[in-house]
């Protein structure tokens, strides 16, 4: 046997071994297959499919395979009700991804977060929704998908909702309905200010809920052509009657509650919604007798839905149970695989050694020039020691390399919780945002320029711009949504958000009050899209507030 053959050989038993026959055709096609039917809306029955392809793309997909085929058996477990599993997949699949790389699926990326934060408001985690919604949010824009993004950044909303925050719910859906006009989907709009109109009457502010129906009345695609609301956002009915019971108009109220009872069906917080309407009118009206049955039957669906969502808990509790079970099972079989696995490793090294044995015994066998063959031995011994000696010398650089790198981490780890702690410090005075402004030297500095009409410096810009952005940091996304401002317009909404008065707005900008004014109508126009006094931009400008993100 000559010694290309038994290298041949060798070759052919190490691919036997290593198992890297796979059928990567049929695996991409199932991969596709459930990729389409999650895509359109078909629910997944089973798990042993994706579990084949999913184990299969681990071991021999890219990055972006191996994130897909995990998310989408989240998905499948998510279709299954088995929102443990769901969760642990789709965190998989985002720790696939190499956002770093040029050709990662930000896309995806964002649609597994978007499906986390979409099981966590099911379970009522609005915390854990807002932190899935960013990622969404920040993925989509990376990928392009402006809609997805702005999706993302709706459904915030829902999760300040549960937290009781109605300011920073209100703040979304108003940049939001804006954004979804601007990128024609009319349907969108019409919803966010639907829910607008609710979120305003919980503040008391009738005239701005009325103005939100009425733009949320204004959109076709909101209707059907028998001029009722479009199916499944008949909740409409009940914010437009809280509108015109806030008016004092109860017979249009009256209207709305009970066209809402009318289609509510089977649904029971419609049921809720309009024995709820009708109640608070009777109480209005001095109907005892009304109030109380209608409040009762509030009650008695509020009840319902109480026991509906207890029983839909019970198969989540069911889950967590099954999951711990099915881990500890998981480990086990691990144990027989690794055994199993250390066998075949014996049983081919075994295979490998018979083989090589033979090799030497048939080269023995044969006459050779044995100058010539301990002249190759030698040298063939000679660079397996150099080889060594290179690994070694390699093993040993790679050794102190890490060691450097752990120590610059360490530091630098240090370093950053050091500047977290004293910036929590900074935050948690026990002040407002707007208190620590106005009591910060920059603001008092200007303040005194401003009296002086001393002209600040760029320097002193710039000091102020960055205040602003450290505790207002959405206050520059708002002023340029809608496109970037000049920089001295951009100061003119700093000083007014600020508190400063119109003389000395003047005296830091140079601008005399009939300039001052005009500014000021045109930066309504430009930041809130509508038209108005420069006093209604100065109170808009004055009511943005600091919201916490994280």
């Known amino acids: 046997m000559t010694k290309g053959k038994v290298y041949f050989l060798l070759l052919s038993l190490l691919l036997l071994a290593c198992g890297k026959g796979g059928d990567y055709e049929q695996m991409h096609e199932q991969l596709m297959k459930a990729k389409a039917q999650n895509e359109n809306y078909e629910s997944f029955v089973s798990d042993s499919m994706m579990l084949s392809v999913a184990d299969y793309f681990d071991r021999n997909g890219t990055a972006n395979e191996k994130m897909l085929a995990r998310y989408l058996l989240g998905c499948v477990y998510r279709d299954l009700g088995d929102m443990p599993r769901s969760l642990e997949c789709y965190h998989q699949a985002v720790a696939c991804a190499d956002t770093t790389d040029a050709d990662c699926d930000y896309l995806l990326v964002g649609k597994v977060h978007g499906q986390m934060a979409y099981l966590y408001n099911k379970e009522l985690l609005p915390q854990y929704q ?28 829902s999760a300040y909702y549960l937290l009781g925050n109605i300011d920073s719910c209100i703040a979304i859906k108003e940049r939001c309905a804006e954004l979804y006009l601007a990128h024609g989907e009319n349907l969108r709009f019409a919803e966010a200010h639907s829910a607008l109109t609710a979120f305003y009457l919980e503040r008391g502010a009738v005239e701005n809920a009325a103005v939100s129906l009425a733009k949320a009345e204004q959109i076709k695609e909101f209707f059907q052509s028998n001029g009722n609301v479009k199916e499944g956002r008949e909740i409409f009915y009940y914010n437009k009657g809280l509108l015109h019971l806030a008016e004092g108009d109860t017979d249009k109220a009256e209207q709305c509650f009970r066209r809402l009872a009318a289609v509510a069906g089977d649904d029971a917080n419609k049921r809720i919604a309009a024995a709820r309407g009708l109640a608070l009118l009777f109480e209005k009206q001095g109907r005892a007798d009304s109030t109380a049955k209608y409040a009762m039957m509030a009650y008695a669906q509020n009840d319902t839905i109480n026991q509906r969502l207890m029983q839909s808990a019970l198969p989540t509790m ?74 070694d010398d390699l093993d040993a650089l790679l050794a102190e390399s890490e060691e450097r790198n752990r120590q610059l981490i360490e530091q630098k780890t240090a370093e950053i919780e050091n500047y977290k702690r004293q910036i929590a410090a900074y935050k948690n005075d026990g002040r407002t945002a707007e208190e620590r402004l106005v009591s910060s030297s920059v603001v008092k500095r200007f303040q005194q320029m401003g009296k002086t009409a001393a002209e600040p410096a760029e320097d002193d810009w710039e000091e102020l711009r960055k205040l602003i952005n450290m505790e207002l940091p959405e206050f520059y996304g708002i002023m340029n949504a809608n496109g970037q401002l000049p920089m001295v317009e951009y100061h003119i909404c700093i000083l007014i958000k600020l508190g400063f008065g119109i003389k000395e707005m003047c005296n830091l900008t140079g601008f005399d009050k009939y300039k001052m004014s005009k500014i000021r109508r045109q930066l309504l126009q430009k930041v809130y899209q509508k038209d108005g006094s420069s006093s209604d931009f100065d109170h808009l400008v004055r009511k943005i507030m600091s919201v916490a993100l994280f």
């Not at 949010?137 to 909303?157: H, M, N, P, Q, V």
């Not at 079989?333 to 049983?347: C, G, N, Y």
């Not at 044995?370 to 000679?382: D, G, I, S, T």
């Open 318 to 391: 069911q889950a967590l149970y099954d999951y711990s079970r099915y881990k500890d099972e998981a480990a086990k079989k691990s144990q027989e695989a690794a055994r199993t696995k250390m066998l075949v490793l014996i049983l081919v090294a075994v295979l490998l050694a018979t083989v090589f044995v033979a090799y030497v015994f048939i080269s023995k066998t044969r006459r050779r020039k044995e100058e010539q063959l301990a002249q190759q031995q030698h040298e063939y011994e000679m660079k397996m020691t150099l080889l060594a000696k290179a690994n």
């Open 130 to 157: 807002l932190e899935q919604s960013h990622h969404c949010r920040r993925y989509s824009l990376l990928a392009g998908d402006t809609l997805a993004a702005i999706k993302a950044e709706d459904f915030c909303a």
